[in-house]
């Protein structure tokens, strides 16, 4: 039970469930050790309104996970969701010190890129890089050792809610565990779900929560877009609530056990069973009707989904198709329905590449929480930003500090 650097932790707040993963770098691949889940009920849309209540589900879920892995969780790796959350492209410009590349150059130039067009009361999450040009030459991918006068990067800036992150930060630290690192949901999922060739060619990596479904494209190997819709498998439930006049508890367990994502996939006289409520008798109802109610709804957000792709002008981009993703892809007839309106070939992802209770985490509710301690795995632990720990006062020093040492890397 004591500190450990080849263990990753990852925490996956999410507005169905919270799933705590404890994995261990052995060999060269990530093991998982320990995964703890506990049902959420402190999230609307993937954004913290109930902050005791969330604070329980961690504390849940962080115990099941060490108890599992046998080791105490001391920090986490934190996803976020929400549609408060911005993505958008940005250019940065400085000019290179010593007439040769260097990573001082680079952390200069995504400074720069990120100072640009921040919303209000908004704090970045992530600069991503999608490309340098160094002088005229352009699309460099690593700039590092090349001699010229100017840098230039376009970069995808991902930023959040301050209020949001510091909701989320606080519930984490309430629990007794410090933040290493904040990662958009998305971002971590397609980190568990796709391959290095889908991003190459270009993919959409879709994620349907509960809450919220979580988009990023990929192309070239690198982000290119992300955005948040603020519907997933919860509104699912609540038209099925809607229309089959059931509560929602009811109404959830239908989906489960009878939903399809298109109408055609049930038999004309296919009848279904459901619960009466208040002491009244069970009800049949035809299965096309309730595949009629998810279908629409489905339906819904995939075409926002497209139509925000188009807007971007993506579509052409996305080569090798669509990965859907969270546990409302789990649906039957949820790809077919997708592939239809993308136009495109569509998956279901499932977390890949990793080693360890692969039984325990082998469905698409688990995408995030493995894709966090995958990206802690492939960026570092210590890499990560500290000023989001629970021990007061090191929040505001650490961010002094770091206010300096960019200062002092600008004039000097
Ligand atoms: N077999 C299934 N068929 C249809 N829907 C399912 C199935 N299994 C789970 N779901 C739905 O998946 C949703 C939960 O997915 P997930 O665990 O990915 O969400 P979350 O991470 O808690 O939420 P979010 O990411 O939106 O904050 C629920 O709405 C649930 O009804
Ligand atoms: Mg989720």
Redesign the pocket.
């Given at each position: 039970m004591e500190k450990n650097d080849n263990i990753f932790v990852g925490l996956?707040i999410?507005?169905?469930?919270v799933c705590a993963i404890v994995a261990e770098a052995k060999n060269d691949s990530l093991e998982i050790i320990g995964v703890g889940t506990s049902s959420?009920t402190g999230?609307k849309?993937?954004v913290v309104v109930n902050i005791e209540n969330t604070v329980e589900s961690i504390i849940k879920a962080v115990e099941d996970a060490e108890l599992m892995a046998g080791y105490q969780i001391q920090s986490a790796i934190v996803g976020i969701?929400g549609s408060h959350i911005r993505g958008f492209s940005s250019r940065g410009i400085v000019a290179v010190k010593s007439r040769e590349v260097a990573q001082q150059d680079i952390d200069r130039v995504l400074s720069a890129a990120k100072t640009m067009s921040i919303p209000m009361d908004h704090e970045v999450i992530h600069v991503i890089p999608q490309g340098f040009a160094v002088d005229e030459q352009d699309e460099i991918k690593n700039p590092i050792g090349m001699s010229g006068l100017r840098l230039e990067a376009s970069v995808h800036i991902v930023t959040a809610s301050s209020i949001a992150a510091q909701n989320i930060v606080k519930c984490v630290n309430k629990a007794g565990i410090d933040v290493s690192e904040i990662v958009l949901?998305q971002i971590a999922s397609s980190e568990a779900v796709l391959t290095e060739d889908e991003k190459e060619l270009g993919v959409a990596l879709i994620?349907?929560?509960?809450?919220?479904?979580?988009i990023a494209i990929f192309y070239g190997g690198n982000i290119a877009h992300t955005f948040v819709i603020p519907k997933?498998?919860?509104s699912?439930?609540g038209d099925v609530s809607k229309g089959t006049t059931t509560i929602p508890q009811e109404a959830?367990k239908i989906?489960?056990r009878f939903?399809i994502a298109k109408e055609s996939l049930a038999g004309k006289d296919e009848i279904i069973e459901i619960p009466g409520f208040g002491g009244r008798p069970p009800r049949p109802i035809s299965r096309q009707l309730l595949g009629n109610i998810i279908e629409q709804r489905m339906a819904e957000i995939f075409t926002w989904i497209r139509k925000n792709i188009e807007k971007n002008g993506l579509e052409s981009k996305i080569l090798s198709g669509y990965v859907i993703t969270?546990?409302?892809a789990?649906?039957?007839g949820g790809a077919e329905l997708a592939s239809e309106i993308f136009n495109a070939p569509v998956r279901i992802g499932f977390p890949l590449n990793v080693g360890g209770l692969t039984d325990v985490i082998s469905s698409?509710?688990y995408?995030?929480a493995v894709g966090l301690v995958k990206y802690a795995y492939k960026n570092g632990n210590e890499k990560s930003r500290k000023y989001y720990s629970s021990k007061k006062g090191e929040n505001l020093i650490t961010a002094i500090k770091n206010w300096f040492s960019d200062i002092i890397d600008y004039f000097f």
């Open positions: 996956d999410g507005t169905t469930k959420s999230l849309n993937g969701a949901e994620d349907i929560g509960g809450g919220t479904t979580d997933g498998g919860q699912v439930t959830e989906k489960i939903g969270g546990g409302a789990l649906i039957d698409p509710m995408s995030t």
